[in-house]
């Protein structure tokens, strides 16, 4: 499994940037020689120290000398150049990889389908493939891969030199860092699954952090009280959490500590073993300094080994959250057998009957109805009645396969996602107010007018959203919100009602969808911008959710859900005679203010 | 020069500040692995010089052994060696398994432990606090990088630094009695890459700073694809591609800098490198020069070649962990800037007095929010009886809320004061205070929590209470939503954490705020337009619901609707930042001012669609 994922992680980064990731196999193939040629450099330096102090023909040793220093300066200084120009390839790839990787998980977010969503583990999922793009395990998966390899090759060509001296000094060595391997590679397992099994946890905890310490959740947290009913509950959540990673590291302490202890006492024995031999006469001082170092050289190695390896495996889990995510596919829809329409003449709902993705609950059970281009509709309900689901199916964020939903005949499921976002302009109840220009938040509604500053004018004047700028004195390229600009403007409920409402009417659809479109303004302002809106929208098809029922005076229909299904649906009159449940709905707030 | 000099102690003595508080933080949190850090990083560095050292007499006793043979005597000696060789290399060879242990759990602890102050000083700041910009971005900062890495980094320089400094110290010694001007030559041949590094650091740094806004946004816009609400409207609006250009525009600019700086910094730091080994090398030539002349044996020949590589090397990490350690700290400052931020909430007051009849007066009120130009609230004068049921009316940005605002002392009145039984309210205790009312605030907070949490943290003391949570959730017309519910009582209220979690609707949301607002149990209640998302029905029965809960308590709700107007005792009319009218519904409907205005505006609406009706009866017959 590793071994897929490690390859898919190589295809990606070569494929992306082949000259930079060959480039970085080269230095770093070229860099695994240079260990050993020190090696050999410093026995000769001694050997020389060795002979010259017998040696009486001082005139030739002088030149050897300084060969032999120019000899170390080419070694040391190639060593420098390489490994510096490997450290700035590699920080340029890993920079290059982000951003390669972040297009592409926003590509992906967008390719899915949205009740992807509606999948508790896909929160998780695409959490940690964020966290991982911006840690940067893909790069440093190849990064460890490669310096596994450049270890491996200067291993072997240390142990040659060591060879010289004895195999058994070779054994030895393997023979004592292999309990140290065996355990790196459990603990990096181990350890893995440690901190996937903490996923949860720690998200617990982070939110707990949140809603005591956001501003959004402040004003209530101080009326009850409930900030030390919060840090209670993150109290005992992380003392459990505490003892857990205690308990599991202080194993791994235990254990990396014995292995690393037997690893020592083989390579002491060995490098005691040479001195002793270099005592007898059997090598010389250079060749016992030679050795010694090989030997320490291939603990380093050994070690670094062990270590690049543990590394290389937690990376390329880590890569795993990227990869697989990457790879998850969209289900089902065959693009090029999409239907384009260019206007929407009709809307049709036959039988249709949903409920979200792994739930038990229907939402909407076999709702019919019709809508002809140029209608305006009223969709009143209790709420949770389906109203906003109904909505979401409309405009295809969902799918249902039970009933049928035609747009101008043809199934909603057949016709190009992008063709119906085309033609429809949404309002959603969740004001989004981002923090971008304020050109950008109503250009957004149609974004190829996204530069027309007289359009983008022309929609915040229909929506009312003109005055809030008049009021604040700026200009449509000014920021809402502080996160991005000192100025930003913060914009009250109603504020972002209008906005949103801008957005709608930069949309150039046919079709204009309102989910409780005045929620949040008041009175004065809402009859305004009813009267407005219907005002402007006397071709188009306006379907909305409201609840404040004197607003169906602007619809020609009404269609009345109760528990996801239409109990009732024609004109308000129809409706009063038909239904007894939406006259004692409408009496509700009626009644009250015709005496 | 001077100038610099004189900056320099001063900003010495500050940053020594800046790693003490968060050193006595670690020191507190664990004291054992402190000592466990300190220990570690001081065996990594000894390591090299001591170790060299026995090198150096075990050669000694190779070269003699060479010459006269190996004795018994010699023989001994190298034993002994041996045995001193393998204790500094057995402790060096655990660092490693100690480093992964204590990073481990100190990050942990130190993570949680900023986290908990953040929390606990969050408790007493005021609101006000958010409204000062600075605060606000100091405030941000903090939550965003609450992470104990940073804090531990700063322990891990110093202790490096300080065993740094020792290793360097065991190697000068003995350079300097062999040559003090080879040594001195060397460690001079390392300040150009010293302070080659030291440019390109601050240079780094201050691409970053002068980015964070880029890096920020970058982040942002990532973000987006997270988050379930704006997918939707980046699908819906078509928005992908704007935003996925923005992004690439955005991380083109922010790394062009860093590209340039990369690439400069390899350029410069070569050459500096060759004077270093070519000063090395002279070193090298110079030493078996000596050995040569028989003015040193090989043994101290192999020290002073270790010598010199490690002397200039900890020469240059000196220089870098002290960069490290004794640089302006952003981080930290920020931190302890929070820690310390003086906005907080008066705790202490006296009890509140009750009476027979509790009145809440405001005697001459203005308010303006901090750095505000005009007023929210002008001469606000008013009296609120007990048991009176009152409305509080008017347009977006009428001031409706402050008032609430400042009855729960989330802010002082700029001028003027708000009485109870007499008695100015800011001399009561917040906390009293706060406990006579019951509030439903128009942003509450959708929690994802349990059903029971969520509504439950009305009350904290009583949130084990099952009976009382369920006649929160009745009074609130949650009752058959509950009904439809498996696990009841403890269902979660969002799929985040849990897959049988469930997601309410907007409206049904709403419920559970003013849920909580019950269970809390205040004889004053201030709801303040909770019914913005709620149906006919909801509404309704909501209004039903605080009659019924009302009683003989006292009750402020501000509401846009006014369908239910006409069971208020009075109603408040506010226009801009003040009272405009005030009266029950018919004596205003008399007056005919704003009031009528707004009423007439909704209720016209209702007359059209009777009318309708009836034209539309009698065409049928």
């Known amino acids: 499994m590793k071994k897929t994922i490690l390859f898919s992680v190589l295809k990606l980064i070569i494929k992306e940037k082949p000259i930079i990731s060959i480039s970085i196999i080269i230095a770093v193939s070229i860099t695994a020689i240079f260990a050993p040629l020190y090696l050999i450099l410093t026995k000769e330096l001694f050997d020389y120290a060795s002979k010259a102090i017998s040696d009486l023909n001082n005139e030739l040793s002088v030149l050897s000398l300084i060969f ?15 490994m510096k120009i490997n450290k700035g390839l590699l920080d340029m790839l890993d920079i290059e990889m982000k951003n390669i990787l972040q297009n592409k998980l ?58 010289k001296f004895s195999i058994l000094a070779i054994i030895v060595s393997i023979i004592c860092c292999l309990p ?12 893995w699954d440690f901190i996937m099994s903490k996923v949860s946890i720690t998200r617990k905890l982070d939110y707990l952090f949140f809603i005591t310490t956001s501003k959004k959740t402040f004003k209530e947290n101080k009326e009850y009280k409930s900030f030390n009913y919060f840090i209670h509950k993150y109290d005992a959540l992380y003392c459990q959490y505490l003892t857990d990673i205690i308990k599991f590291n202080k194993k791994n302490l235990f254990l990396g500590s014995s292995y690393s202890l037997i690893h020592a006492i083989g390579t002491i024995i060995i490098i005691c073993w040479i001195y002793l031999i270099s005592a007898k006469g059997e090598v010389t001082i250079g060749e016992a300094v030679m050795y010694v170092a090989a030997t320490q050289k291939l603990y380093n190695i050994i070690q670094n080994l062990i270590h690049w390896f543990g590394d290389a495996s937690n990376n390329i889990k880590k890569a795993n959250g990227v990869i697989s995510f ?42 019919s109805f019709n809508i002809k281009k140029g209608e305006k509709i009223a969709i009143v309900g209790e709420n949770g009645a389906g109203k906003s689901t109904l909505f979401k199916l409309l405009v295809g964020l969902y799918h249902t396969n039970e009933g049928e939903i035609l747009i101008n005949g043809i199934n909603v499921n057949n016709i190009n996602n992008e063709c119906i976002y085309k033609n429809i302009a949404v ?27 007289i359009e983008i004018l022309e929609a915040a004047e229909k929506s009312g959203f003109d005055s809030v700028i008049e009021k604040g004195e700026i200009s449509i390229n ?59 929208v006397k071709e188009k098809t306006v379907i909305f959710i409201t609840h404040r029922l004197s607003n169906i005076i602007f619809a020609d229909k009404i269609i009345f859900i109760k528990n996801g299904e239409i109990k009732g649906k024609g004109r308000h009159v129809e409706l009063l005679n038909s239904s007894i449940e939406y006259s004692e709905l409408y009496n509700m707030q009626a009644g009250s203010f015709i005496d | 020069m001077k100038k610099n000099k004189c900056d320099f102690i001063p900003k010495i003595k500050i940053y020594i500040k800046e790693i003490y508080k968060p050193i006595e933080m670690i020191w507190q949190e664990d004291k054992m692995i402190v000592l466990l850090l300190f220990v570690n990083s001081l065996v990594r560095k000894i390591y090299i010089p001591i170790i060299a050292f026995i090198t150096k ?82 405030y941000e900062n903090c939550i965003k990088e609450s992470n104990g890495k940073r804090i531990l980094e700063i322990l891990q320089n110093l202790l490096n630094f300080i065993a740094t400094i020792i290793m360097f110290i065991l190697l000068a010694f003995p350079m300097f009695i062999f040559n003090p001007i080879l040594s001195i030559l060397l460690i001079l041949s390392a300040i150009p890459g010293v302070i080659i590094e030291k440019i390109f650091a601050k240079k780094i740094f201050l691409h970053e700073t002068n980015n964070t806004l880029l890096s920020r946004m970058i982040k942002y816009i990532f973000e987006l694809f997270s988050n379930k609400q704006s997918v939707k409207e980046i699908k819906v609006f078509r928005i992908y591609d704007y935003l996925e250009k923005k992004h690439s525009e955005k991380y083109k600019e922010y790394n062009q800098g860093i590209k340039k700086l990369m690439q400069k910094s390899l350029i410069i730091s070569l050459p500096a490198f060759f004077i270093l080994q070519i000063m090395t090398l002279i070193g090298y030539y110079f030493t078996v020069t000596k050995v040569t002349n028989g003015s040193i044996n090989i043994g101290e020949m192999s020290f002073i070649i270790t010598a010199i590589g490690s002397l200039t090397v900890s020469f240059i990490t000196i220089s870098d962990a002290f960069n490290r350690t004794f640089t302006s700290n952003l981080y930290v400052q920020n931190l302890y800037k929070f820690y310390n931020h003086g906005y907080i909430e008066e705790m202490q007051g006296e009890d509140v007095v009750h009476m027979e009849n509790n009145e809440i007066s405001f005697k001459n009120v203005w308010f303006k929010y901090p750095n505000a130009k005009e007023y929210t609230l002008k001469n606000i004068c008013l009296t609120i009886k007990e048991s009176e049921f009152i409305a509080l009316v008017g347009l977006n940005g009428a001031g409706k809320t402050t008032i609430i605002k400042l009855l729960l002392r989330l802010y002082k009145p700029t001028e003027g004061e708000i009485l109870y039984n007499g008695i100015d309210i800011s001399s009561f205790s917040i906390d009293k205070w706060r406990e006579i009312f019951s509030v439903c605030f128009q942003d509450f907070f959708d929690y994802s929590l349990s059903l029971k949490e969520a509504i439950g943290i009305g009350n904290v003391n009583k949130i084990d209470l099952l009976a009382n949570i369920k006649q929160a959730a009745e009074f609130a017309g ?113 007056n005919k001012g704003f009031y009528f205005q707004l009423y007439e505006t909704q209720s016209e609406k209702y007359m059209k669609l009777a009318k309708e009706g009836k034209n539309e009866k009698n065409y049928t017959i």
Request: hydrophobic content about 40%; aromatic content about 10%; glycine content about 4%.
């Open chain 2, 57 to 138: 007499r075990i050669i000694e006793i190779i070269e003699i052994a060479n010459s006269i043979g190996f004795s018994l005597e010699l023989q001994n000696k190298i034993i002994i060696l041996f045995v001193l060789l393998f204790i500094p290399f057995a402790l060096n060879r655990l660092w490693w398994p100690v480093n992964t242990y204590t990073q481990a759990i100190a990050t942990t602890k130190l993570t949680n432990s900023i986290k908990k102050k953040i929390m606990v000083k969050i408790c007493d700041t005021s609101l006000c606090f958010f409204d000062e910009e600075e605060c606000y971005n100091i």
């Open chain 1, 106 to 163: 926003m590509n992906k977010v967008n390719e899915l389908n949205y009740d992807k969503f509606d999948e508790s583990d896909f929160y998780d999922s695409i959490k940690i493939a964020m966290d991982e793009i911006q840690s940067g395990s893909i790069v440093k998966s190849f990064s460890s891969i490669l310096y596994i390899f450049m270890n491996i090759i200067t291993l072997i060509a240390v142990s040659i030199i060591l060879l």
């Open chain 1, 326 to 367: 990457l790879k998850i596919k969209a289900e089902g829809r065959i693009y090029s057998s999409m239907q384009h329409i260019n206007h929407i003449e009709s809307i049709e709902f036959i039988n249709v009957t949903f409920r979200y993705p792994n739930t038990e609950k229907y939402v909407i059970k076999n709702m």
């Open chain 1, 180 to 191: 140290g391997f065996l355990h790196q590679a459990w603990y990096s397992k181990e350890n």
């Open chain 2, 478 to 590: 949650l009752a058959n939503v509950i009904d439809g519910l498996p696990m009841g009582y403890d269902t979660p209220l969002s799929r985040e954490f849990d897959n049988e979690g469930v997601e309410l609707s907007k409206g049904q949301k709403s419920k559970i705020a003013i849920a909580r607002a019950f269970m809390s149990d205040g004889q004053i209640l201030l709801f303040d337009e909770p019914t913005a998302s709620l149906d006919a029905r909801a509404e309704n029965d909501y209004f039903e619901s605080l009659k019924k809960l009302i009683r003989n308590k006292t009750c402020l709700i501000i509401t846009h609707r006014l369908t239910s107007i006409k069971s208020v005792d009075r109603i408040l009319v506010l226009s801009n930042g003040e009272i405009v009218e005030d009266g029950n519904h018919e004596a205003l409907m008399r």
């Open chain 1, 478 to 536: 000014h920021f809402i919100n502080r996160d991005f600009s000192n100025s930003g403007i913060v914009l009250s409920e109603g504020e972002k009602q209008r906005l949103a409402l801008a957005r709608a009417f930069m949309h150039k659809g046919s079709v204009i969808i309102l989910d409780e479109p005045s929620a949040c303004l008041d009175i004065k302002t809402e009859n305004e911008i009813f009267e407005k809106t219907f005002n402007l």
């Open chain 1, 68 to 82: 032999l220093l120019i000899k170390f300066f080419g070694v040391s200084f190639g060593e420098y150049l390489i």
């Open chain 1, 427 to 453: 309002c959603f109840q969740e004001l989004n107010a981002y923090s971008f220009s304020i050109r950008e938040n109503i250009g957004f509604g149609n974004i190829s007018s996204i530069n027309n500053d």
